[in-house]
């Protein structure tokens, strides 16, 4: 580098051409200024068009993608010049056309995924050709580890591409992903590790505890009048009561009120499963507005709706107030019920609800809440559906009860 003396020497024997060289260096820094101003303007452009609309993990997934294909075109680079012996230009020209058929397959993928909602057999390629250019540059590497980087480059940024497009797919199209119906959680629960509500453990053994006692409670009940043998009815009780004790002691069956009645609420439903096939629900899309239905069943006589009318209210019963009693209180009146239930409806009488408040003494609700329970059943839908063909009476709860004569009884 010249020293400042001999710039000063220079100056002051050549000062024409120190003016041109002044001149020219003035030219090309404003030439340099507007270059860069140019490209400045053409990046902030590029980048207000294609960078800034999309989301960071976009331009993340470009970027890495450019790398790890910048990576593969290395190693194709070397492959070219080691196996296939080419030099120069035509090495120059030659080696990365698989990078290049990846990348336009990626464009065509995109495209067919924009026009018609699939990358098609575009997306296929770009799997492919991934593959391929992955083996071939890891098959002149020097060492193990070399081979893999060069192998997992490639894959790296296929994967980036496939992650995109899948975005890009979802919101194409507004859809999510397929839900798998083979899955670790539906694995676990299906092999009973895993609970699907948010139940605690001891709320989950408690309702399966619960549930074994009604379980047991059904089928003793159905070998009893199934009139099975009594080596069966023993064991099916024996188990009720292993059932019923491991309840107890396990869920305070005995002081909890609320697990009470979900026991009895069990109870109810298995007791009552064949009332489901006489079931009528009507489906929700059924008109209403100008919808007048006949009547399943014809009007009763005049007398007998005052009867079904008074009845319930004139009938003296032994405890109208409500009952306030204790859990083995309230179990010994309902077994009490019961028997008395069981006994008439074997004598062809369907006891009204006034007739089970008075033998027991319990109050009307209670009792009409046994009886809804308790209709449901075979026996006793029976004698009532033979009320009616026979008699053209409908169970109200407090219908008048038949003798075996046929004669329509007012009292029990």
């Known amino acids: ?44 452009w590029l980048f207000a068009r294609y960078v800034a609309p999309r989301p960071i993990e976009d331009v993340l997934t470009i970027v890495a993608a450019s790398i790890a294909t910048g990576v593969s075109a290395q190693g194709m680079w070397r492959f070219s010049g080691d196996v296939l012996g080419l030099d120069g230009p035509l090495r120059l020209l030659l080696f990365a056309f698989i990078e290049v058929a990846i990348i336009t397959s990626a464009v065509r993928a995109r495209r067919n995924m924009r026009e018609n909602f699939s990358a098609g057999i575009d997306g296929i390629a770009v799997w492919a050709l991934t593959c391929l250019t992955a083996v071939l540059s890891s098959m002149d590497a020097r060492s193990l580890p070399e081979a893999m980087f060069r192998l997992a ?18 919101r194409i199209r507004g859809t999510g992903r397929i839900n798998w119906r083979l899955t670790p959680e539906r694995l676990l629960v299906r092999l009973g590790l895993a609970e699907v509500s948010d139940r605690t453990a001891s709320e989950v053994d408690a309702h399966r505890r619960l549930t074994r006692v009604a379980l047991a409670a059904k089928r003793a009940k159905a070998l009893r009048e199934g009139g099975a043998s009594e080596r069966k009815l023993r064991a099916a009780l024996a188990r009720l009561d292993k059932a019923m004790d491991q309840a107890v002691e396990h869920t305070g069956l005995a002081v909890d009120q609320a697990r009470q009645e979900a026991l009895l609420a069990q109870i109810a439903a298995l007791y009552n499963t064949s009332a489901l096939i006489d079931a009528d629900p009507r489906v929700p899309w059924e008109p209403t507005a100008d ?18 009318e008074d009845e319930d209210e004139d009938i003296e019963v032994l405890d109208t107030t409500p009952q306030v009693v204790d859990t083995a209180q309230r179990a010994a009146l309902m077994r009490e019920a019961r ?60 219908f008048p009860a038949i003798a075996p004569d046929g004669r329509v009884l007012t009292k029990s």
């Open 339 to 398: 028997a008395y239930w069981d006994r008439q409806i074997s004598k062809g009488i369907v006891p009204r609800t006034v007739d089970i408040a008075q033998e027991i003494g319990i109050s009307l609700a209670t009792a009409r809440e046994y009886r809804a329970l308790w209709k449901l059943e075979p026996q006793a839908h029976a004698l009532i559906e033979a009320l009616y063909q026979q008699h053209g009476i409908v169970d109200t709860g407090a």
């Open 153 to 170: 480059a490639p894959l790296v940024a296929a994967w980036l591409w496939e992650r995109g497009m899948a975005i890009e797919r979802h």
């Open 1 to 44: 580098m010249p020293t400042f003396e001999e710039i000063t020497a220079f100056v002051t024997k050549q000062p024409l051409a120190t003016a041109v060289i002044a001149l020219l260096t003035l030219a090309a820094l404003a030439l340099a200024f507007l270059v860069l101003r140019v490209v400045w303007r053409a990046v902030a």
């Open 291 to 308: 919808h007048h239905p006949v009547p399943a069943r014809p009007a009763l006589p005049p007398a007998l709706v005052e009867l079904v």
